[in-house]
């Protein structure tokens, strides 16, 4: 095959990226054109196999003979083939007008993290790593398309870290990326450490009570948003990433998804939803059926609530601000304690605290257990940024449930509604269900 032809063909597939890299080598008779991604390669043994022979040795059907002598020697075949080669980490030699495949790959598996925050069951554990460089050699290790870009820039004004802003250029929603880079340009904070920090820099509305970006480790989920159309955001020295636009199905979705049959994914994502409805409108039902409304609850239950009731001393509301609080300070402790003793000051302070209010008749039974529901159902949400959304928008309707009982509290609900539909993610609608891996072919600001 004629190799000339086919590296042309192949840098033109990358001609909107500086990743790929292409050097002439020509000394005394010889001459010789390679191709590859630098963050995908092992630099040391590139120049250690390849560039040294070949100013050491004296012809180049000397140097083909010792390059087909390599185990990491491959033939090829086409020019889609060489474009293959070049993006799973293989340095492409054009020599004596035939293309050669020679692996190199930086494996850089051994230098990153394990999942720890985004856990599963089935799947990958691998996580991104504190190196901006390794995490872009992991994420276009799973991602091969040349149309990926790979932006870099260097923000605030005191550390000046590097950033990369990694999108697909076939798929990426158009309208968010401009509006991402216009507002990446407008960054002029002093320091800037870790990545969650953009969920802050790039969002104008300040007081949104949601996530307007997805915060993952997982360079799995970053691989899934590439192939939706979504950008992502990497900072050197933190192991997480951005994902941006992110609606509201983004969070209550995980990779283990994609692993389970049709049926027990769906029924996990039921569980998922039917533990948000709990976790915001539980404590609001049992105020608005105890204070106000016990009607509606069937009779032989609400004697049950009421009985479990005598001897304490304060109203629904108060009774439930009351636990809900010690459940949140138990959950701070249980984050900001050492890992090898949080789960167990965590457990024993619940255990100590349950029994103790009950006992003491500052709480009813029944209320110990609406609250360990609560709790438990807002540990099924998936990440954390909407979970502690949740938590927020439950206090909420708390406090309209304790005015108004249950009519307020369906009209807050609705409201909440309400502004879920208003809201929008870098031009997105917050409430939009992507297709994933189609890209942005149905049309730019369709929802």
């Known amino acids: 095959m004629v190799s000339t032809e086919s590296l042309s063909w192949i840098v033109s597939q990358f001609k909107d ?29 590139f120049q250690q196999y390849i560039v040294n022979p070949f100013f050491e040795m004296k012809t180049e059907e000397q140097f083909r003979v010792y390059l087909t002598a390599l185990p990491q020697f491959q033939e090829v075949q086409s020019k889609e083939e060489g474009l ?31 999942t720890s925050v985004e856990t599963t069951i089935h799947g990958s554990e ?10 872009v050699n992991i994420i276009r290790s799973f991602y091969h398309q040349p149309s990926l870009i790979i932006e870099y820039y260097l923000k605030g004004e005191v550390n000046k870290p590097k950033v990369a802003l990694i999108y697909d250029q076939e798929k990426v929603k158009k309208k968010a990326l401009e509006i991402i880079k216009e507002k990446l340009q407008q960054i002029d904070k002093q320091i800037i450490t870790e990545t969650p920090q953009f969920n802050n820099f790039l969002n104008d509305k300040r007081f949104s009570l949601f996530p307007q970006m997805i915060l993952t480790e997982r360079p799995d989920r970053v691989v899934y948003n590439l192939a939706g159309g979504k950008v992502v955001f990497l900072v050197d020295g933190s192991p997480q990433s951005m994902i941006a636009p992110a609606v509201f199905f983004d969070f209550m979705t995980t990779m283990e998804d994609n692993y389970h049959t049709l049926f027990i994914s769906y029924y996990l994502k039921m569980l998922r939803y039917f533990g948000i409805f709990v976790c915001i409108l539980l404590p609001g039902i049992y105020i608005g059926a105890a204070s106000f409304s016990p009607e509606v609850i069937r ?16 109203t629904s509301f108060v009774e439930v601000l009351f636990m809900l609080f010690f459940m949140e300070l138990l959950l701070e402790a249980s984050i900001r304690l050492p890992k090898a003793i949080s789960a167990t000051a965590a457990t024993v302070g619940g255990l100590i605290l349950g029994t103790a209010v009950t006992e003491a008749a500052l709480a009813s039974n029944i209320m110990v257990i609406i609250v360990s529901a609560v709790a438990i159902s807002t540990f099924v949400i998936p990440v954390n940024e909407m979970a502690f959304a949740i938590r927020i928008v439950r206090l909420f309707l708390i406090v309209i449930a304790s005015i108004f009982g249950l009519a307020g509290l369906t009209l807050g609900f609705l409201c909440l509604i309400m502004y879920l539909v208003n809201q929008s993610s870098f031009g997105e609608p917050f409430l939009r269900v ?13 929802a």
């Open 17 to 45: 990226t500086k990743e790929l890299t292409q050097k002439e080598l020509e000394f005394e008779n010889k001459k010789m054109t390679v191709l590859y991604i630098k963050s995908l390669i092992d630099q040391e043994l």
């Open 126 to 135: 691998l996580a991104l790593s504190d190196n901006l460089m390794t995490n």
């Open 84 to 114: 293959l080669y070049v993006m799973e980490g293989n340095i492409l030699v054009a020599l004596q007008e035939n293309l050669y495949a020679i692996d190199f790959k930086l494996a850089k598996n051994s230098d990153v993290n394990s």
């Open 434 to 446: 992507y297709n994933y891996g189609k890209g942005d072919k149905k049309s730019e600001g369709q």
């Open 299 to 314: 009779t032989e239950l609400m004697l049950t609530i009421a009985g479990s009731r005598m001897g304490v001393p304060f």
